[in-house]
Each structure stands twice: as structure tokens, then as C-alpha cells.
């Protein structure tokens, strides 16, 4: 059974930066993707950032192209997305998901089988 478990949300200033975490652990395949995905109270489930492990890509939404970036350690079995420039719309809650057989950074939020529990993540001055 593949378990995620975020961690690194809170409070941060507009402009500020933070670092969530996601610990993957129960998985078998050797090609997968995770994604970070992120919900706003009122509204539905955005991706925010995508990284496959077959080769490495990754792919972001356009509303925080230049602001954050996803990373991995093969090692801890980590995913990692380093917020920065946070912005007024950037408050939700944070999950990260696995999506089995992936081939890339897919993006489809349909193809991610397992989710975390979500971290909140607040902007506020």
C-alpha cells in the first residue's frame, strides 16, 4: 500500500517562501510520477507541480511557473516544492499524490491513485 505524508505547511508573509515535504513509502514500480496538487476553501483541486521519476522532468502550472520548484531524493523517498514568492492566492491546502506507470510529470489529476493527508498552507500578513 503506497502511503504519502506531506509536511512543512504554516504561516508565511506575502513574498515569503516555504518548504513542503512528502514521504512516499509501500511503492513497488519503478516508473511513477508524484504530483502536488493544492485546494482552496470554495474551490476544486488544482495540480500545482509534477516530477516523474523515470526521467527526472517536471511540469508546472502556470500560476506559480517561476516561484516553485519541485525536486526529489531518490534516497529518502522525498518529494520535495519549494515555495517561494508566495503570493495572496497561493493559501490552500497542499497535497502530494502518486500516480502509478507513469511514463512523465503527467499532470492529469485522474491519474493519481494514492493521496497525503494534505498540509495547510497560509499567506497572510
Known amino acids: 500500500q503506497v502511503q504519502l505524508v506531506e509536511s512543512g505547511g504554516g504561516l508565511v508573509q506575502p513574498g515569503g517562501s516555504l518548504r513542503l515535504s512528502c514521504a512516499v513509502s509501500?511503492?513497488?514500480?519503478?516508473?511513477?510520477?508524484i504530483g502536488w496538487f493544492r485546494q482552496a476553501p470554495g474551490k476544486g483541486r488544482e495540480g500545482v507541480s509534477f516530477i516523474s521519476s523515470a526521467d527526472g522532468s517536471t511540469q508546472y502550472a502556470d500560476s506559480v511557473k517561476g516561484r516553485f520548484t519541485i525536486s526529489r531524493d531518490n534516497a529518502k523517498n522525498a518529494v520535495y516544492l519549494q515555495m517561494d514568492s508566495l503570493k495572496p492566492e497561493d493559501p490552500a491546502v497542499y497535497y502530494c499524490a502518486y500516480a502509478p506507470l507513469a511514463p512523465n510529470a503527467i499532470m492529469f489529476i485522474w491519474r493519481y491513485d494514492y493521496w497525503g493527508q494534505g498540509t495547510q498552507v497560509t499567506v497572510s500578513s
Open positions: 509501500g511503492f513497488t514500480l519503478e516508473y511513477y510520477a
